[in-house]
């Protein structure tokens, strides 16, 4: 249950007063504030009353690198796609540092379950498990049809030159977080910069689409809400695409202590099944897709080359943190290898 002591990054007092200020009637009671596991980028805290139940996200602790945990982004997304048939959690309200420190925004509180570990996938039949997958496949090209101008996000990013812009910025990032040499890692990006293909039209692009960043409904049948918005964009969907199936079963073997894989798990389909749902549901070209899983593997290790560099100056907060470093190579070699396929 949630304590009324201020976890790491949150003023209880400061931010009650502020939600009082701000959006009168939302609080029945005392506010109490718990840190929620995931959320390994921005934090993430369940706010609740003893009768209602929010959610607020905010910036990590230390080491924000530029353009990176865009709180207003979130909050514009979520406020623009909430009316539209790509689920969302309600946008509550989001201020800048004055209140707790730092930017964050309030959101209201998705019923259901986020599927990060491997015992609740062993609880999906097969049946409900390739329902569960045709439903994120299909929630995807839902996102990827909508129109952005439409829901007033027309000017949410450039899509010409969008993966040569995404390649400079994780370079740039990784650059802000060197501790150590990487030549590999380096390598990859490389090749992918003398490869890169020719994107198709234009889409809103979530940035880091997976299983564990939904809300799966209380039955297991759908997606309740889509999460964890802070990457969106306007620019290519396959990296959408190529995101889900890394994080489905591109990480088999590797005990990622984000999620687990749900392709390596009995009874879930292969990432193969995605990328002939989404095919199927979108009819766009997937010829290239290779390049999109070496790029999807290259821009994981560079986050967790992020998060390593953070866990070494102690400014993260939650478990398993210190685990994501070791996994870089791995990304790095299985990258190389979905180019070369």
Do not use: C
């Amino acid at each position: 249950m949630p304590t009324e002591v201020s976890p790491p990054g949150v003023s209880v007092p400061e931010l009650e007063g502020f939600l009082r200020s701000e959006v009168p009637g939302l609080l029945d009671g005392p506010l109490r504030v718990e840190l929620l596991s995931g959320g390994r980028s921005n934090l993430t805290y369940l706010l609740t009353d003893g009768t209602g139940r929010w959610v607020l996200r905010r910036p990590p602790l230390g080491h924000v690198l530029a353009t990176a945990h865009d709180m207003d982004r979130e909050f514009r997304v979520l406020t623009a796609l909430h009316p539209s048939d790509v689920p969302v959690p309600e946008p509550i309200v989001h201020a800048g540092p004055g209140v707790i420190g730092a930017p964050f925004y309030v959101m209201a509180f998705t019923e259901g379950e986020v599927l990060r570990e491997r015992e609740q996938l062993e609880s999906f039949g097969t049946a409900s498990a390739t329902r569960l997958a045709g439903a994120l496949v299909e929630v995807l090209t839902r996102l990827h049809r909508t129109d952005p101008a439409t829901v007033g996000l027309g000017d949410l990013g450039r899509p010409e030159g969008y993966l040569e812009r995404q390649l400079r910025r994780w370079a740039r990032q990784l650059e802000a977080s060197h501790s150590r040499d990487l030549p590999e890692l380096a390598a990859l990006g490389e090749r992918l910069g003398l490869r890169v293909p020719d994107s198709g039209a234009a889409a809103i692009v979530h940035g880091d689409y997976r299983l564990d960043n939904i809300v799966v409904e209380p039955d297991g049948a759908g997606v309740a809400g889509v999460l964890d918005w802070e990457m969106a964009t306007l620019g290519d969907p396959l990296t959408d695409l190529a995101s889900a199936v890394i994080w489905w079963d591109g990480m088999n073997g590797l005990d990622s202590p984000v999620a687990a894989a749900p392709g390596d798990v009995p009874g879930f389909p292969s990432g193969e099944f995605l990328v002939e749902s989404y095919a199927r549901r979108s009819g766009r070209d997937l010829s290239a897709l290779p390049w999109y899983l070496g790029f999807a593997f290259y821009k994981i290790a560079a986050i967790f080359e992020g998060i390593h560099y953070r866990t070494r100056q102690g400014l993260t907060v939650g478990e398993g943190f210190e685990r994501l470093g070791a996994l870089v190579p791995a990304l790095v070699e299985r990258g190389h290898a979905a180019l070369d396929s």
